[in-house]
């Protein structure tokens, strides 16, 4: 007992200034890795290192070629139910018969949508350089179908694609008829596909901004990790809300900016897409067509 009692009384070593001086050495070594990988990554560039740079890049394109197999046998129903139904489609398309009135329906309406989608796209891709589309085409077309509604007092008149002069209904409709949702009716097919596509056209910079944080380049101060996953998980919870309410603000030329973020903070694709398709293909449709 008096040699326990001794050594309990004797000073005891504190190893925290050995600890601390490993600490130190082992956050330089990170740091100087760290380093080295970004002079590294900065100088693995097509001009400087072109044949490193081409190995990468093909090694890189066998690996995600590789992946997509892997996720298109892991869902191998899915794939052979769309083969098989464009193989009917085709078969049905090809082959002469009293169908054919319902497939050249189909086809008509699919290349009315491709076509209004298409030049939603080209509205908002290229980070905001992109041909605004609205006011060369969809805006002239729905005023062409309001003066047409009031001018024929009905809206039944020919489906899309419409001729070059709109055919009134013979009989012409009630005076009275015509209102705002019956208009807001006969465009919506229009609109929602105008949408849609400008939807689409917002992927460009999510995808870039998500490819770019995945490519590892984080930022070295500690105090800006911390701040960076506290707005994380803030980007991650509101994302949602944030990209619907931005997504149907007119006029709107700095969605992008919501893109490259949603990208950056690594949101699911299909919340980020999601909430961009309601915002533009519902709510802001529904607001440009109104005014």
Not at 37 to 62: I, M, N, Q
Not at 148 to 164: I, K, L, N, Q, R
């Amino acid at each position: 007992m008096a040699a326990n009692g001794a050594r309990c009384g004797q000073p005891q070593k504190r190893p925290g200034a050995k600890a601390k001086q490993n600490g130190k050495s082992t956050d330089s070594s990170v740091r100087e890795r760290r380093q080295k990988d970004k002079e590294d990554r900065l100088s693995l560039v097509v001009w400087r290192r072109p044949v490193t740079t081409l190995h990468y890049f093909l090694l890189e394109t066998l690996i995600k070629l590789k992946e997509w197999t892997v996720k298109l046998w892991q869902r191998r129903g899915t794939v052979f139910l769309v083969l098989l139904l464009c193989s009917l489609f085709s078969f049905a398309y090809s082959t002469e018969g009293a169908h054919q009135h319902y497939v050249k329906y189909l086809e008509k309406r699919f290349l009315w949508c491709a076509y209004w989608v298409g030049l939603g796209i080209l509205s908002s891709v290229g980070l905001g350089t992109g041909l605004h589309t609205f006011l060369l085409y969809l805006g002239p077309h729905i005023a062409s179908v309001t003066l047409a509604a009031y001018e024929c007092g009905s809206t039944d008149f020919p489906e899309p694609p419409y001729p070059d002069q709109i055919v009134c209904p013979q009989g012409g409709g009630m005076e009275g008829s015509i209102s705002l949702f019956s208009i807001m009716s006969k465009v919506r097919l229009e609109a929602c596909m105008w949408g849609a596509g400008t939807a689409i056209g917002e992927l460009p910079p999510y995808f870039m901004a998500r490819a770019a944080r995945q490519s590892g380049a984080d930022p070295e101060d500690e105090d800006y990790e911390e701040f960076e996953e506290m707005l994380d998980r803030f980007i991650s919870n509101m994302c949602f809300m944030i990209s619907v309410a931005c997504a149907f603000q007119i006029p709107n030329p700095l969605f992008d900016l919501a893109g490259i973020t949603c990208g950056h903070f690594m949101v699911p694709f299909w919340t980020f897409f999601g909430a961009t398709l309601i915002g533009k293909a519902i709510v802001k449709m529904h607001i440009q067509v109104g005014i």
